[in-house]
């Protein structure tokens, strides 16, 4: 589904982040990606999304080289990811609900069946009361809740998740991964970028490394 | 089918919003835009009042024919008949002893015409017709031309060929006006849609992250757009009726000390409309250059 071949990713200023990285990922996957702070794991999700391209190498999703994809394909293809982002990315000046709802509306869902998805995703994340809030008036573990919530509610096949855990106490961390095996057991792609050990210990799943720009296949 | 008239309502709602949620500014925007086109349209006002004048108080143009001078009474009263039967016409025969009469009230020219053996002036007519289409009246007047015993004609149109290139001139320079005027709302919307861009970046880089077209993310600036030249040609017509009503009073005023009615006419229901219409066309346009701009400049892959 998701094939790195011989990747290099290096940023302006000569910073190495990957170094001929190459990777499968099968449908259906629950992949943790593990490494210390700046050891690549977002730029690899983001090499995933398309949001980034390699400096060398090709990254392709279901057969498709993103490098040689067209500008206009790219959002049809970003339509098949959910993407939980480290900084959250929420739009501020929009309720709770809006938030979750811009996937569907982005899709072109009809109007009538918005508000029930809405709120089996909000329910998902134990946001339901407070669908009508601003993103503001929600604490940080919440605001990552609601940043789950937004990239699972168009049932994506393949979910991205930068750091998922990062501002959750240990209980909604532990009922967040719950979550994202959940989905995996229903059939979602997942990729977790973590180096929350309590999140990785908890899924029974592949384990990848990123240590000095190269990617260590580590045992499960 | 039913996707696009969806993102098209939700665009349209969020357009919507965007203006209410902005009121005072968004408001105070579409009253520079209306100030800026109530000018050329004033304009255009006065403009066509003038034509409008000039139609209900004609200076009928009138053609004159001269006959030849050997012209018999017979032929004179032939042409007469034939001058008669033109519908509409109201015909005036001068004879040529009546026209020297007339001359001789000069008595510098009646010292001539007393110099002179016989009475150089022939029969002739004026011919009176309800045609302000000064290419018609010519036309006219080469076919009477042609006519038998008819020696020379001449319109006297003059003055409706001056008033018919005022009336042009005055329109040319309403569309120059308009023309600049518009460039200036479309510059104006331009900004507004850019600084609109500007304070929701995050909103569009969060949009083409989870998968939204160019299309999508246009489509709420286009309807702002659209909405504000909308609003600014409203204000411009409020202004400008507003103009109309205060300078039709002063102007009553001012025709009655004359003895005659003036009235000014507004702008008609399908001008006011096709104003609409441009001034949302305006703010489309502006809109979508800028939204161009805006995905052509994108430097990130997002």
């Known amino acids: 589904m998701i094939r790195f071949d011989r990747v290099g990713k290096r940023y302006p200023g000569g910073i190495e982040v990957l170094a001929r990285v190459s990777l499968e990922i099968a449908r259906g996957e629950l992949v943790v990606v593990t490494g210390p702070s700046g050891a690549g794991k977002s730029t690899l999700l983001n090499l995933m999304a398309g949001i980034e391209l390699p400096t060398v190498g090709h990254v392709a999703v279901n057969g498709e080289n993103l490098s040689r994809m067209r500008p206009r394909a790219l959002p049809y293809l970003r339509r098949q990811f959910g993407l939980v982002f480290q900084d959250h990315k929420l739009l501020y000046d929009r309720s709770v609900f809006d938030n979750v709802a811009l996937p569907l509306r982005i899709v072109g869902f009809d109007a009538a069946t918005i508000p029930g998805r809405v709120s089996a995703a909000l329910d998902k994340v134990g946001l339901l009361d407070r669908s009508r809030s601003p993103p503001i008036a929600l604490s940080g573990g919440e605001q990552q809740r609601l940043c789950?919530?937004?990239?699972?509610?168009?049932r994506p096949a393949i979910l991205l998740a930068d750091e998922p855990t990062a501002n959750l106490d240990?209980?909604?961390?532990?009922?967040?991964?719950?979550?994202?095996?959940?989905?995996?057991?229903?059939?979602?792609?997942?990729?977790?970028a973590t180096h929350d050990r309590a999140v990785s210990d908890r899924l029974p799943t592949r384990r990848i490394e990123l240590r000095a720009a190269r990617l260590h296949e580590a045992a499960a | 089918m039913k996707v696009w008239v969806a993102a098209h309502r939700y665009a349209a709602r969020q357009a919507l919003a965007r203006y209410a949620r902005r009121l005072l500014a968004a408001s105070f925007e579409s009253a520079v835009l209306g100030l800026a086109a109530a000018l050329p349209l004033a304009f255009l006002v006065a403009v066509n009042n003038i034509a409008d004048f000039a139609a209900r108080h004609p200076a009928t143009p009138e053609i004159s024919i001269y006959l030849a001078l050997d012209a018999t009474p017979a032929e004179v009263k032939d042409v007469a008949e034939r001058l008669r039967r033109?519908?509409?016409?109201?015909?005036?025969?001068?004879?040529?002893?009546e026209a020297s009469k007339l001359l001789r009230r000069s008595a510098a020219l009646a010292d001539v015409l007393d110099a002179l053996p016989s009475n150089p002036l022939p029969d002739a007519f004026t011919l009176r017709l309800a045609i302000a289409d000064t290419h018609r009246l010519d036309a006219f007047r080469r076919e009477i031309a042609a006519w038998p015993r008819v020696d020379r004609t001449h319109v006297d149109s003059a003055w409706a060929q001056k008033l018919e290139a005022l009336v042009h001139a005055g329109r040319l320079a309403a569309a120059c006006l308009?023309?600049?005027?518009?460039?200036?709302?479309?510059?104006?919307?331009?900004?507004?849609?850019?600084?609109?861009?500007?304070?929701?970046r995050d909103e569009i880089e969060v949009s083409r992250l989870i998968g939204a077209t160019e299309a999508f993310i246009r489509r709420p600036y286009l309807y702002f757009g659209a909405l504000q030249g909308f609003f600014g040609a409203a204000v411009a017509l409020a202004?400008?009726?507003?103009?109309?009503?205060?300078?039709s009073q002063e102007l009553a005023a001012l025709s009655e000390s004359y003895g005659i009615i003036l009235e000014l006419q507004p702008l008609p229901v399908g001008t006011s409309g096709g104003v609409l219409a441009a001034g949302a066309a305006l703010g489309l346009a502006a809109a979508w250059f800028c939204a161009a701009r805006a995905a052509r400049a994108r430097g990130l892959r997002i």
């Open chain 2, 86 to 97: 033109i519908e509409g016409a109201e015909v005036r025969f001068i004879s040529r002893t």
């Open chain 1, 170 to 192: 240990p209980d909604y961390a532990a009922a967040i991964a719950d979550l994202l095996l959940s989905l995996n057991r229903a059939g979602v792609t997942v990729v977790i």
């Open chain 1, 148 to 154: 789950i919530a937004r990239a699972i509610v168009h």
């Open chain 2, 239 to 247: 202004l400008v009726a507003a103009l109309d009503a205060i300078a």
């Open chain 2, 178 to 200: 308009g023309a600049l005027l518009g460039l200036g709302m479309l510059a104006v919307t331009f900004n507004t849609i850019r600084l609109q861009m500007l304070q929701r």
